[in-house]
């Protein structure tokens, strides 16, 4: 086949290349011989000629995976490592990705959905294994509207029949009490400002419980109520030098967002420390106002479980029948207390701590805005005769009819006019 | 709850949707010059028409299928679309009434206890959703009456389905 090579022993010009595995060679077809041997190993300049063939390109993997799918799976994998997930996280939200794109509803979504599903599938897999995650912060990462998130994730949390657990409050605050940038002097921290991490988180977590048992969490976005805690407690652990600083300035100073409701959140929570430290006979006779009784926080948290207790079940009387009244027809407080305990918890009434009487959401508190007037009973059988007259009152007269048709026609006029073309 | 408590819960209902044909092609635009009341939406392509007594507001398309809103009863829904088909009769369109149903009722109820909802999700877990960050609401979902609940800490509930 070659042309011009002899062999050395039988002088045939029969040589074929053939390989020795791996190695190439020259052999004489007649009688065997081999004649020239080519280079076993390589050499880097030759390797740098080779081309690897990636696992995915090998198995054709790829092929089966649309584009957008395999951008998709590769914004699930950033979105991760930005958030630094462990690995096992990466893999679980991939396949919840693969698994919401065999539906056809969301491969025909259009392109901003499925950036949003990227933040989705992240955020069920974190929830799946308590990783404190909100949905405010995806959406800031994947710059998406919360409204299209919202419809997204319940709709693939249907779709894929999955069980989110609810966020952890504890873990939230650990995580979000840490972003706050307070831990260390710097030029936008003064020195009185300063805290230690492990003590204000322990007395936010206490304060955010104290919120949780008096109703001020349930129902309502958690990342005021636990902004607001950490500012009570950052405010209590040094009164003198922290009391003249508003709650703006302090997420200011920490490099945190302030939330909107957070301020209501404040105002709440002073208002149940207040209620609480009435309990107390040694601040009884000082007097508290809301400003004041930040310094006297630790000993309040501290007692927190009897004094809420006491706070809320020995209230004064004209406060007692203030409150009847939003409730309406419904039973007295002692039969409410028995149904909080049998309802909605579903144990036994003697193990669920009792609850106390007059301890209501914030919302129940207020006044009514309109008062709901009862329904007026209604004798309509649906099959009644309709007469005539009852119709004419939804029809115009022809005389209506051309008046409705010259005004018209004049405003169509008037705005040829305005606009002239 | 007892079965023999003595606390009525007054369920009240505030909204039941319905639908029914008038098997005829419907000329919106003559509905809108001719009819009183009526807001026509020409870039979706319906006419909303809302009735005085009862209560109603009607979306009416070209096909001739129309959804009724508003009403607080069954009855109601019933008595206010014929009252609107008949209208429609004397403006000049062949109606006929008929695939009169309900689709959907909204009943609000007030329980006379608070309930503090994370608990309640966690007893609750496959019927019961609940995202504070999006809806101050536990969403309770019972598969076999196609009911969903909207469930507040303050003891309102909202039943649609």
Same mark, same amino acid.
């Given at each position: 086949?070659?042309? &011009?090579?002899? !062999?050395p022993?039988?002088?045939?010009?029969?040589?074929v290349?053939?390989?020795?595995?791996?190695?190439?060679?020259?052999?004489?077809?007649d009688?065997?011989?081999?004649?020239?041997?080519?280079?076993?190993?390589?050499?880097?300049?030759?390797?740098?000629?080779l081309?690897?063939?990636?696992?995915?390109?090998?198995?054709?993997?790829?092929d089966?995976?649309?584009?957008?799918?395999?951008?998709?799976?590769?914004r699930?994998?950033?979105?991760c490592?930005?958030?630094?997930?462990?690995?096992?996280?990466?893999?679980?939200?991939?396949?919840?990705?693969?698994?919401?794109?065999?539906?056809? &509803?969301?491969?025909a979504?259009?392109?901003?959905?499925?950036e949003?599903?990227? &933040? !989705?599938?992240?955020?069920?897999?974190?929830?799946?294994?308590?990783?404190?995650?909100?949905?405010?912060?995806?959406?800031t990462l994947?710059?998406?509207?919360?409204?299209?998130?919202?419809?997204?994730?319940?709709?693939?949390?249907?779709l894929l029949?999955?069980?989110?657990?609810?966020?952890?409050?504890?873990?939230?605050?650990?995580?979000?009490c840490s972003?706050?940038?307070?831990?260390?002097?710097? #030029?936008?921290?003064?020195?009185?400002?300063?805290?230690?991490?492990?003590?204000?988180?322990?007395?936010?977590?206490q304060?955010?419980e104290?919120?949780?048992?008096?109703?001020?969490?349930?129902?309502?976005?958690p990342?005021?109520?636990?902004?607001?805690?950490?500012?009570?407690?950052?405010?209590?652990?040094?009164?003198?030098?922290?009391?003249?600083?508003?709650?703006?300035?302090? !997420?200011?100073?920490?490099?945190?967002?302030?939330? !909107? #409701?957070?301020?209501?959140?404040?105002?709440?929570?002073?208002?149940?420390l207040?209620?609480?430290?009435?309990?107390?006979?040694?601040l009884?006779?000082?007097q508290?106002?809301?400003?004041?009784?930040?310094?006297?926080?630790?000993?309040l948290?501290?007692?927190?479980?009897?004094?809420?207790?006491?706070?809320?079940?020995?209230?004064p009387? &004209?406060l007692?029948?203030?409150?009847?009244?939003?409730?309406?027809?419904c039973?007295?407080?002692?039969?409410?207390?028995?149904?909080?305990?049998?309802?909605?918890?579903?144990? #036994?009434?003697g193990?669920?701590?009792?609850?106390?009487?007059?301890?209501?959401?914030?919302?129940?508190?207020?006044?009514?805005?309109?008062?709901c007037?009862?329904?007026?009973?209604?004798?309509?059988?649906g099959?009644?005769?309709?007469?005539?007259?009852?119709?004419?009152?939804?029809?115009?007269?022809?005389q209506?009819?051309?008046?409705?048709?010259?005004?018209?026609?004049?405003?169509?006029?008037?705005?040829?006019?305005?606009?002239?073309p | 709850?007892?079965?023999?408590?003595?606390?009525?819960?007054?369920?009240?209902?505030?909204n039941v949707?319905?639908?029914? *044909?008038? *098997?005829?092609?419907?000329?919106?635009?003559?509905?809108?010059?001719?009819g009183?009341? @009526?807001?026509?939406?020409?870039?979706?392509?319906?006419?909303?028409?809302k009735? *005085?007594?009862?209560?109603?507001?009607?979306?009416?398309?070209?096909?001739?299928?129309?959804?009724c809103?508003?009403?607080t009863?069954?009855?109601?829904?019933?008595?206010?679309?014929?009252?609107?088909?008949r209208?429609?009769?004397?403006?000049?369109?062949? @109606?006929i009434?008929?695939?009169?149903? @309900?689709?959907?009722?909204?009943? @609000?109820?007030?329980?006379?206890?608070?309930?503090?909802?994370?608990?309640?999700?966690?007893?609750?877990?496959?019927?019961?959703?609940?995202?504070?960050?999006?809806?101050p609401?536990?969403?309770?979902?019972?598969?076999?009456?196609r009911?969903?609940?909207?469930?507040?800490?303050?003891?309102?509930?909202?039943?649609?389905?």
């Open positions: 086949m070659p042309g &011009g090579g002899h !062999c022993d039988c002088g045939s010009t029969e040589l290349e053939d390989s020795h595995y791996s190695q190439s060679q020259l052999v004489c077809s009688c065997g011989c081999v004649v020239t041997e080519g280079v076993l190993t390589t050499t880097f300049s030759d390797e740098g000629n081309r690897e063939v990636t696992y995915s390109r090998s198995t054709g993997e790829n089966q995976v649309s584009r957008s799918q395999q951008r998709g799976l590769r699930v994998r950033d979105l490592r930005v958030l630094q997930l462990p690995s096992t996280f990466e893999d679980t939200a991939v396949a919840y990705y693969q698994q919401a794109y065999r539906h056809s &509803g969301i491969r979504a259009r392109l901003q959905k499925k949003v599903l990227v &933040g !989705c599938c992240v955020l069920i897999t974190c929830r799946q294994h308590n990783w404190p995650l909100t949905m405010g912060t995806i959406c994947l710059y998406a509207d919360l409204d299209v998130f919202s419809g997204t994730y319940m709709q693939i949390v249907k029949g999955l069980d989110v657990p609810s966020l952890c409050l504890a873990d939230l605050v650990k995580t979000y972003s706050f940038r307070l831990f260390q002097a710097s #030029p936008s921290v003064p020195a009185t400002y300063v805290e230690d991490k492990e003590k204000m988180l322990s007395r936010t977590l304060l955010v104290l919120a949780d048992e008096t109703w001020l969490v349930t129902g309502r976005h990342l005021p109520v636990i902004t607001a805690a950490t500012f009570l407690a950052w405010q209590s652990l040094r009164p003198a030098h922290r009391l003249t600083c508003s709650l703006a300035r302090f !997420c200011k100073v920490a490099n945190v967002e302030l939330p !909107c #409701p957070a301020a209501s959140r404040l105002q709440e929570l002073l208002a149940v207040l209620r609480m430290a009435e309990q107390l006979a040694w009884r006779v000082l508290l106002d809301k400003r004041s009784v930040v310094k006297h926080i630790g000993d948290l501290q007692h927190r479980h009897t004094l809420v207790r006491e706070a809320f079940r020995e209230g009387v &004209g007692e029948a203030g409150e009847e009244e939003p409730r309406g027809q039973g007295g407080p002692g039969q409410g207390k028995e149904e909080v305990a049998s309802g909605s918890c579903g144990l #036994p009434v193990k669920r701590p009792a609850s106390p009487a007059l301890l209501l959401p914030p919302c129940m508190l207020k006044p009514p805005k309109r008062a007037p009862p329904p007026p009973v209604s004798t309509v059988t099959d009644e005769n309709i007469s005539d007259s009852e119709i004419e009152q939804y029809l115009r007269t022809p209506e009819v051309k008046d409705f048709e010259k005004a018209q026609a004049a405003r169509q006029d008037a705005r040829s006019v305005s606009n002239p | 709850m007892d079965a023999d408590s003595d606390v009525a819960l007054d369920i009240l209902i505030t949707v319905c639908v029914f *044909r008038t *098997r005829c092609h419907l000329n919106l635009r003559k509905i809108a010059l001719e009183a009341n @009526v807001i026509y939406k020409r870039d979706v392509g319906k006419v909303l028409m009735l *005085r007594k009862p209560r109603i507001t009607a979306t009416i398309w070209s096909s001739g299928k129309i959804i809103t508003g009403a009863s069954e009855e109601e829904a019933k008595f206010g679309a014929r009252r609107l088909a209208s429609l009769q004397k403006l000049g369109f062949q @109606v009434f008929t695939d009169f149903k @309900v689709v959907n009722v909204l009943a @609000v109820c007030n329980m006379p206890f608070e309930i503090r909802l994370p608990e309640f999700t966690k007893n609750n877990r496959p019927h019961a959703s609940y995202e504070p960050e999006l809806h609401a536990v969403c309770y979902r019972i598969k076999s009456l009911a969903t609940l909207q469930i507040f800490s303050t003891g309102s509930i909202t039943v649609t389905g």
